[in-house]
């Protein structure tokens, strides 16, 4: 990002009717989402329908992984390590990193409702970021541990009041799983592995001694690189066999339970390299083969019995369940009969009874997944079902479709609340299956909402609905709702179960807004949220932007989020207009949905515009306040450029010296003269076609002399395309990039102030060198450099091998200061250059977790710089 002369800042977001179709699609094999359906003018919007975000997640999952996949589509073992390595033994220049986002965050605030941009009202109360594992301590009473998508490990000594942060400096904070030994040891898988595809985020599997007290480190890694640069979802313990499993994207591996740390895993199960089991046809391509979603070890087996779910969402010939009867060293796939239909196995989940005596099943259909558009496929859950002999060859019977769950209570119950999704329409991405320890016929189960049956699925309830809107019982007049408790956050991912002596049994769920429990007991409606506090600070930012208070209060603060809107912090008691904007110093939720980037007024923080997705502008003079209670009056606008091809996080920014000059990027380089006064998207004026198919990831402005980078096509693979456009010199045109310029993803471009004429520019690259990605293209360095409007370019990175080299990660945005210091977010922290101290390079300050961190923004006195991280809140640092 930017600077501007004026100190100003470069910058998401909205809420309207979609009229959608049909389901999320996926084409198998590709990564790319389908043709879905129509909105009714632009889809600038918050969501109306519950369910109409399927399409938008899988974009969401395809704009955070494409640039860090790029051009193969895969990363080998050892990247994420490698670069670690390299940065412990950097330079480190003097500064600390201070937590910003600490406040509890209220999505449900009651004077931010916008009933056509905010999702505040609809339930979902205090939020957090994704939760994507839980597990509770056997031992100590009221310890429970929360696996964030983004985040790390958080610790929580007092049933989920508060919460720690215990695992921030390890080299990957993506959590895939989380288990705790008979031993009261902590096991964190890395890795998330919701998006049941390829994943190279994680960096191995930890275990920590002791965790009701500990804090993770580097030392308690278990095993060598061969779980580097996956994903996994499940860690299982075969204590009577004497192992421990994790099922990985790359297949099920196997390690003796008490063997020393460094002792690698060993892969007993990948039918697409003919490991474990033989004479599989595969089916796919590599970076969609041996995708293992769970696997399951049957009580009372003596540790023999293992149950495998091996399978890529979109479908393969490898799709199956597979089973071992000897603690996994050979495996079959197994032949369910009843119900399942083993052609239409997809993405499943098992969870045994207690006993071993009943096994049950979720499952997504990859049949439903690929249908055509238009279809009438409201939900790709083939079912859930259960063997009653706990055999993986069934027979099988169906308990639950997702007819029948949306008709038990659910708020996505078709024709009740619009042409929506039935549960399920994500059962490729949100699916978790558990049963009661105490009582083998008490199952959960979670989708985009929570179930319940107390009789073995003969009857279930939506005992955690998506939200109330447009639900009988909801209205905006508090005094008229009528909703009941059985509300949180959607997209259920974790689920776990207490069972400390003398203390009522508790059910935790862990979902995409955070953490909630209850008593296995409870049968009346109500959770307990466990974001109350706002100390599970695991918020999953796309932005940050900050502008100065008007009353002279200090900061407001905004960043766009995944799924969880747009952020606003403003000063604790600060008012605007008249108007009390925090009364109680919480953050608050102007904007539902998706957020993306974000621009805000320096000079007036609440003045802000933000992005719902794919460049759906919306802006608010006065910081999304509603002051009435049922938020009737329009205080946010729309303001969308109708482009055709916008990436899902599309960049728009301010003129770094001219403040009456916007820029934004689709397929289309977009110039707005209007700025703070802009009123509808015909204020926009198109400047530059990039291409047909092509897409802009990044722009910035100087004098109205703008670049602009591009992809196209940008799924990985050898389709995948980049380049640069700039009317540097008075006319667009497209820049040669030179033959040692990485064909990978161009996150960000930023023009240096200090030549006057625009031609001095830097580019950063993402994802990870050749060395590790194979794939057309060569090149090592992240960090590029013209002094001459693009006829040449310069690596800047450093020479790979010296200490103080730019480290081989994924680097993310940019920004220049005022003083000539470049500063890049990337992965794995922040990393500044002076200017002309080429390849000398240093990691920006002490303090800051290691989740990736992915824009960068100055305060309006140019003194701070935030960072905005993507499952650690946002940070900031003196300016460099």
């Known amino acids: 990002m930017h600077w501007f002369s004026d100190g100003r800042r470069p910058g998401r977001r909205a809420r309207t009717a979609l009229a959608l179709g049909a389901a999320a699609l996926l084409v198998a094999g590709t990564g790319s989402v389908a043709a879905y359906g129509e909105d009714d003018d632009g889809g600038h919007g918050r969501h109306e329908v519950a369910g109409d975000e399927s399409h938008e997640l899988m974009e969401s999952i395809d704009s955070f992984n494409d640039p860090r996949l790029s051009p193969s589509g895969q990363v080998a073992a050892g990247a994420y390590t490698d670069a670690w390595k390299h940065i412990k033994n950097m330079p480190v220049k003097t500064g600390t990193w201070s937590e910003v986002t600490t406040s509890p965050y209220d999505e449900d605030a009651l004077h931010y409702r916008d009933q056509s941009a905010s999702n505040s009202g609809g339930g979902a109360g205090h939020s957090a970021g994704r939760i994507s594992a839980l597990a509770t301590d056997p031992t100590h009473k009221g310890v429970v541990y929360a696996g964030a998508a983004g985040g790390g490990v958080f610790r929580s000594t007092d049933d989920g009041a508060t919460w720690t942060p215990i695992a921030d400096h390890l080299p990957a904070l993506s959590v895939g799983a989380l288990a705790t030994g008979s031993d009261g040891s902590l096991w964190m898988a890395t890795g998330e592995a919701n998006t049941a595809a390829d994943n190279y985020l994680g960096s191995g599997v930890y275990r920590l001694a002791d965790p009701a007290t ?195 209570g659910s708020a996505m119950k078709v024709n009740e609340i619009g042409a929506g999704y039935q549960p399920g329409s994500q059962a490729w991405y949100d699916q978790i299956i558990a049963v009661d320890p105490a009582d083998p016929d008490h199952v959960y189960l979670g989708l985009e909402e929570m179930f319940e049956t107390r009789d073995g699925g003969a009857n279930w309830h939506a005992v955690g609905r998506y939200w109330n809107f447009g639900l009988s019982c909801f209205s905006y007049d508090q005094d008229s709702n009528t909703c009941d408790g059985d509300v949180m956050h959607s997209d259920q991912h974790a689920i776990a179960f207490s069972q400390w002596k003398g203390a009522t049994s508790q059910v935790y769920v862990g979902n995409d807004g955070g953490a909630y429990a209850r008593p296995t007991a409870q049968k009346t409606p109500g959770w307990r949220n466990l974001n109350e506090s706002g100390t ?73 515009v933000g992005e719902y997705t794919n460049l759906a502008l919306q802006i608010t003079r006065n910081c999304g306040y509603t002051a009435s209670d049922d938020g009737a009056e329009d205080v946010i606008t729309d303001i969308a450029p109708e482009d055709p091809n916008a990436r899902f996080i599309a960049p728009f920014s301010a003129d770094d010296k001219d403040s009456g000059y916007w820029v934004a990027g689709g397929q289309y380089i977009w110039g707005d003269t209007k700025t703070w006064d802009t009123e509808d998207g015909d204020d926009w004026t198109q400047l530059y076609d990039t291409g047909a198919g092509h897409s802009t990831t990044a722009v910035a402005s100087r004098d109205r002399v703008v670049w602009g980078a591009w992809c196209g096509s940008c799924n990985p693979g050898a389709t995948f395309g980049r380049g640069i456009v700039t009317n540097y010199g008075g006319t667009w045109h497209q820049v040669t990039l030179p033959a040692d310029f990485p064909n990978r993803y161009i996150s960000d471009v930023a023009i240096d102030p200090s030549d006057a004429s625009g031609g001095t520019v830097y580019a950063v690259v993402n994802g990870f060198s050749r060395h590790w990605n194979e794939g057309p293209g060569a090149g090592y360095g992240h960090v590029w450099r013209t002094t ?51 390849g000398h390079w240093q990691r920006l300050g002490t303090g800051l977790p290691t989740a990736p961190a992915v824009y960068l923004s100055p305060s309006p006195d140019g003194r701070q710089m935030y960072v905005a991280t993507h499952g650690r809140g946002i940070w900031k640092t003196p300016t460099p």
């Open 214 to 408: 500990g804090t993770f480190s580097e030392s308690d890694k278990v095993g060598g690189t061969e779980l580097d640069s996956t994903s996994i979802h499940t860690v299982t313990f075969d204590k009577e066999a004497g192992y421990v499993f994790a099922a990985s994207s790359h297949g099920v591996y196997r390690r003796p339970l008490t063997a020393a740390q460094p002792t690698p895993w060993t892969k007993v199960l990948a039918p697409c390299a003919g490991t474990g089991v033989s004479g599989i046809a595969c089916g796919t391509t590599p970076e969609f083969a041996d995708i293992a979603n769970d696997i399951a070890v049957q009580p009372g087996s003596g540790g023999k019995k293992l149950l495998a779910d091996v399978a890529w969402r979109g479908g393969a010939g490898y799709n199956g369940f597979y089973y071992s009867d000897d603690a996994g060293t050979s495996w079959h796939r197994a032949n369910p009969t009843g119900a399942v239909n083993p052609a239409e196995i997809g993405n499943a989940s098992f969870a045994y009874a207690a006993d071993g005596s009943k096994l049950y099943v979720s499952m997504e259909s990859p049949k439903l997944l690929n249908k055509a558009s238009g279809a009438g496929v409201y939900s790709v859950l083939a079912g859930v079902y259960v063997s009653g002999s706990g055999n993986a060859d069934g027979p099988f019977k169906q308990i639950a479709n997702a007819a029948q769950l949306s008709a038990s």
């Open 788 to 838: 001459n409007g693009g006829a040449s370019w310069q690596d800047v990175s450093g020479e790979p091998t010296a200490a103080d080299s730019f480290p081989d990660a994924p680097a993310n945005a940019l920004l220049m200061t005022p003083s000539g210091t470049l500063a890049v977010a990337t992965d794995l922290g922040v990393f500044t250059t002076a200017r002309g101290a080429d």
């Open 536 to 608: 599970l600070r695991s918020l999953q930012y796309y932005s940050v932007g900050a502008g100065k208070m008007t009353d002279g209060s200090g900061d407001a603060v905004w960043g766009g989020l995944q799924d969880n809107g747009v952020s606003l912090l403003a000063p604790k008691g600060s008012t605007y207009q008249g108007q009390r904007l925090n009364p109680d110093g919480q953050m608050v939720a102007p904007f539902g949905g998706d957020g993306g980037d974000q621009l805000v007024n320096p000079a007036n923080g609440c003045e802000t």
